[in-house]
């Protein structure tokens, strides 16, 4: 009797478009989107996970792209992406990202030499704090 079988040693490839780690950003909504592949043990299965929430998968089309809107919370945000084979082979890539929604704020603003003459050098002086 013969019997035929595949053996997978490697996990699939993971390529994450969006976002870029360590973005800072104003928008709280955002898209996770990435490629996957795996030429021995396809399909692959994505899950896209946001901070401490589940992981939810996530549609691989068939050139293996995938997307996935999220909300980001204020603050530092987490988030995890992870691709696996058939094989339960897995890549996993972390993302950080940092919704800042919040004006600068100016203080400590001085003016040297005050009062200014007309026509003379001066300093303006301003310590901005986001």
């Known amino acids: 009797k013969s019997v035929t079988f595949k053996v997978d040693t490697v996990a699939p490839t993971l390529n994450l478009d969006s976002p870029t780690d360590n973005l800072v950003t104003n928008q709280a909504s955002g898209t996770v989107s990435g490629t996957t592949n795996d030429a021995t043990s396809s399909p692959v299965t994505v899950t896209v996970k946001l901070n401490n929430g589940a992981a939810e998968e996530v549609t691989v089309n068939e050139e293996g792209k995938f997307s996935k809107s999220v909300t980001y919370t204020q603050g ?31 203080s400590d603003l001085s003016i040297t030499p005050n009062p200014v003459d007309a026509g003379k050098t001066f300093v303006i002086s301003v310590k901005i704090t986001d």
């Not at 339960?88 to 004006?103: E, F, M, P, Q, W």
Request: hydrophobic content about 40%; cysteine-free.
């Open 76 to 106: 530092a945000n987490t988030v995890t992406v992870v691709a696996t084979d058939s094989a339960g082979k897995s890549t996993t890539i972390i993302r950080h990202v940092t919704l800042d929604t919040g004006a600068p704020a100016f």
